[in-house]
T-cell receptor, first 111, second 117 residues
């Protein structure tokens, strides 16, 4: 089983749609959770951290369920500029805090 | 935010030669840096954890003699792909955290696209 698993995608949605990404992780001792965004041929960039209480940043809402080892990202009112690959990221371990990436879910938002 | 600079951004080399990739933290000290590899349309795969002043920790399946890592200072880690072959062609990317701890953002270098011909 992969350490971090995401929806396979790709997701093709019209502008204005609401999109939900799901992610599960296998290590119950994982400490921190993030969603990163990666544009084609670019490095990943942090979109938002994910907290147990859930957090929202504009059109983006992230949720964490530690009991189910499940993370989600909701994008409301999708924009063309939201087209990218969304990576679920989990940090585990001590000392070096190894960062593990999910395979990513590609999102295409169309006019 | 913190800046991580990676060089070169693109390199083409012949089979059998070695290629060195540098990863620098420009405005913070990083005792630990991470090296990833990404194939087209695939996720980033952690190759190794680079520790300043000590040996790197390699992930299972990654050949340490093939991918040499040196972390000689708090701001520089290098990855050398030795005796490169076409199957080593990939996107290599490094990352570091400005502050030790799990709850802090990881900053990434711009990545290096290696093509071995």
């Amino acid at each position: 089983r992969k350490e971090v698993e995401q929806d396979p995608g790709p997701f093709n949605v019209p502008e204005g749609a609401t999109v939900a990404f799901n992610c599960t992780y296998s290590n119950s001792a994982s400490q921190s959770f993030f969603w990163y965004r990666q544009d084609c041929r670019k490095e990943p960039k942090l979109l938002m951290s994910v907290y147990s209480s859930g957090n929202e940043d504009g059109r983006f809402t992230a949720q964490l369920n530690r009991a189910s080892q499940y993370i989600s990202l909701l994008i409301r009112d999708s924009k063309l500029s939201d087209s990218a690959t969304y990576l679920c990221v989990v940090t585990t371990g001590t000392g070096g805090f190894k960062t593990i990436f999910g395979a990513g879910t590609r999102l295409f938002v169309k006019a | 935010g913190a800046v991580v600079s990676q060089h070169p951004s693109r390199v083409i080399c012949k089979s059998g030669t070695s290629v060195k990739i540098e990863c620098r933290s420009l405005d913070f000290q990083a005792t630990t840096m991470f090296w990833y590899r990404q194939f087209p349309k695939k996720s980033l795969m952690l190759m190794a954890t680079s520790n300043e002043g000590s040996k790197a920790t390699y992930e299972q399946g990654v050949e340490k003699d093939k991918f040499l890592i040196n972390h000689a200072s708090l701001t520089l880690s290098t990855l050398t792909v030795t005796s490169a072959h076409p199957e080593d062609s990939s996107f290599y990317i490094c990352s570091a955290r400005a502050v030790q701890g799990a709850n802090t953002e990881a900053f990434f270098g711009q990545g290096t696209r290696l093509t071995v011909v």
